[in-house]
């Protein structure tokens, strides 16, 4: 299948300070991305759309301003939280279509995210 | 809004053993794409299974196959000849077919137990 890489995949950081995690997708273009998070024992909620050359579109509740989408090439995609908090550690997972027939999104490995 | 459920939290079935998963859903649309997908304990999510909503024909992966049933909006996963390593994390997902930007609805998950 495609593949769909994210980096770090675990990264700490002090309350106050901004993190970035990165979305590629190595073997294929994608002119959108989807940033989900995951809290322990729940499903993955979407938090946002990624869209090339635009702005991302979020979903309903997720603070615009805090997580920041950035999809500035057809194979990578940056999510910034800015100033993190504690509350702010989960896991964090992006996904891609491949464009290809069936439709199907391909996920990254996700990126464990700890504020202390 | 779609929505998936999967009213299964936990599922336990002995190696060798064919074990199945429920999902429903609720949808106006009548083309759409249905997914099972597993996560392991390394939160990886691997993609299972598809099931192109125009087909009538149940889609079968190896060892996993589903029971698609349009008119009642149900979309289950059969596991046969269970092995250790497909304990997991099961999530049925839901997309429109609506290209590359159109988003997966997840269901809660089932968590899949496969005893010696």
């Known amino acids: 299948g495609a593949v769909v890489s994210q980096h770090p995949s675990r990264v700490i950081c002090k309350s106050g300070t901004s993190v970035k995690i990165e979305c590629r997708s190595l073997?294929?273009?994608?002119?959108?991305m989807f940033w989900y998070r995951q809290f322990p024992k729940q499903s993955l909620m979407l938090m946002a759309t990624s869209n090339e050359g635009s702005k991302a579109t979020y979903e309903q509740g997720v603070e615009k301003d805090k997580f920041l989408i950035n999809h500035a090439s057809l194979t990578l995609s940056t999510l910034t939280v800015t100033s993190a908090h504690p509350e702010d550690s989960s896991f964090y997972i992006c996904?891609?279509?491949?464009?290809?027939?069936?439709?199907?999104?391909?996920f990254g490995e996700g990126s464990w995210l700890t504020v202390v | 809004a779609q929505t998936v459920t999967q009213s299964q939290p936990e599922m336990s079935v002995q190696e060798a053993e064919t074990v199945t998963l429920s999902c429903t859903y609720d949808?106006?649309?009548?083309?759409?794409?249905l997914f099972w997908y597993k996560q392991p304990p390394s939160r990886q999510m691997i993609l299972v299974i598809r099931q192109e909503a125009y087909k009538q024909q149940n889609a079968t992966e190896n060892r996993f196959s589903v029971n698609f049933q349009k008119a009642a909006k149900s979309f289950s996963l059969k596991i046969s000849d269970s092995q250790l390593g497909d304990a997991a994390m099961y999530f049925c997902?839901?997309?429109?077919?609506?290209?590359?930007?159109?988003?997966?609805?997840f269901g809660t998950g089932t968590r899949l137990q496969v005893t010696l």
């Open positions: 996904s891609a279509d491949t464009g290809a027939s069936g439709n199907t999104i391909y």
């Open positions: 997902a839901y997309r429109e077919d609506t290209g590359t930007a159109s988003k997966l609805t």
């Open positions: 073997d294929f273009q994608a002119t959108t």
């Open positions: 949808t106006s649309e009548s083309d759409y794409y």
